[in-house]
């Protein structure tokens, strides 16, 4: 099993940035991909950004240029760095690891979220 914690979530201003945090615990060994989802106010769950083992990354169109998902593979840490924040940023956001060894291959990994909210 993999356990994911996120933190870093709050209010902020339109404009402002903030730090998103998810650390991995568990059966590490066995993820590869990680990445950051949200859910705003009555839609479905969306992608914001994903990151593998050695580095690849992916972004929603909508972040591009102004989010930046990282890893640290030592500490089981992936972040995602948020700047220029916009309302419509507002959402819960979910940690997610992918299983990648046969036992759990393909299988989600969900943290139980963050709340960030930006105001205008």
């Known amino acids: 099993q993999v356990q994911l914690v996120e933190s870093g979530g709050g209010l902020v201003q339109a404009g402002g940035s903030l730090r998103l945090s998810c650390a991995a615990s568990?059966?590490?060994?066995?993820?590869?991909?990680m990445g950051w989802y949200r859910q705003a106010p009555g839609k479905q769950r969306e992608l914001v950004a994903t990151?593998?083992?050695?580095?690849?990354?992916n972004y929603a169109d909508s972040v591009k240029g102004r989010f930046t998902i990282s890893r640290d593979n030592a500490k089981n840490t992936v972040y995602l760095q948020m700047n220029s924040l916009k309302p419509e940023d507002t959402a819960v956001y979910y940690c997610n690891a992918v299983g990648a060894v046969p036992i759990n291959y393909g299988m989600d990994y969900w943290g139980k979220g963050t709340l960030v909210t930006v105001s205008s």
């Open positions: 990151i593998t083992t050695g580095g690849t990354t």
């Open positions: 568990g059966s590490i060994f066995s993820i590869n991909a």
